[in-house]
């Protein structure tokens, strides 16, 4: 009963952003490329050389890969601007999938700040009434941190400190609001060539409740970046 009752707001939220007599004419343009069609269609299969960073006036390619869909790098048909695409397959497979997708998209459509990553657009599907994957459209940045961290380009004080900042502020941004990222680590912190860094991947976060008074949990967070309050299992 509450996964159909999440279904049922789930496709509410989306009848609100596909109003009747909308176009798919976006995803239609963007699909219409065999190349990009093919590649969302393989899935979250990371291949073995890995996805790169994508350089300005590249073709449209895979630019990451998770549990949770895949990205790529495309042009906006509507300002040719270059953005990142994000297939999410499965929303409707069981309730943790609906709740993950609801959640991140209802987030990264009410955040405004320049250290969290915007999103820009959900696209309409071929058939509004029955689809089974979503596409977004957010903003393009060229790498991670990880990424930039495991290279083999050596990261100055400045680097360090710029990047620091800005992790800060959009963390300030987001806990102003409430909001717990749990997953924050190199993988799910964006930058771009200008070192403008931004904060994505909100599949694991919540809003905060002061009345909440259920223990801290070790099931979200990567590993290696669980704070110790958590290892240690400290309530609240």
């Known amino acids: 009963m509450i996964f159909l009752e999440l279904i049922r707001s789930i496709l509410e939220y989306f009848r609100l952003l596909w109003p009747p007599g909308t176009t798919n004419s976006l995803v239609k343009a963007l699909l219409s490329n065999h190349h990009i069609a093919a590649g969302l269609a393989a899935g979250a299969t990371n291949p073995a050389n890995g996805p790169s960073s994508p350089k ?9 890969y998770g549990a949770f869909g895949v990205v790529w790098s495309v042009t906006d048909p509507r300002d040719h601007k270059r953005v990142a695409l994000k297939k999410m397959p499965n929303v ?7 709740k993950r997708v609801f959640r991140e998209l209802r987030m990264l459509a009410s955040f405004q700040h ?39 380009q050596p990261l100055t004080a ?21 909001v717990l990222h749990r997953d924050i680590k190199p993988g799910n912190l964006l930058v771009n060539s200008n070192c403008i860094l931004k904060i994505c991947d909100f599949g694991l976060a919540r809003i905060w409740d002061a009345n909440d008074t259920q223990n801290m949990t070790h099931e979200v967070v990567t590993q290696y970046y669980r704070a110790p309050e958590l290892l240690m299992g400290t309530r609240r």
């Open 56 to 64: 300005r006036g590249e073709a449209d390619r895979p630019i990451g």
């Open 114 to 152: 320049d250290n969290v990553l915007s999103l820009l657009d959900i696209l309409q599907p071929t058939n509004p009434h029955f689809f089974q994957e979503i596409y977004v459209l957010t903003e393009l940045m060229q790498s991670d941190l990880h990424k930039i961290i495991v290279s083999p």
């Open 92 to 98: 409707f497979q069981n309730l943790a999938s609906c």
């Open 158 to 178: 400045d680097h360090i400190k710029v990047f620091v900042y800005q992790i800060l502020r959009g963390l300030k941004y987001l806990h102003s609001a409430n």
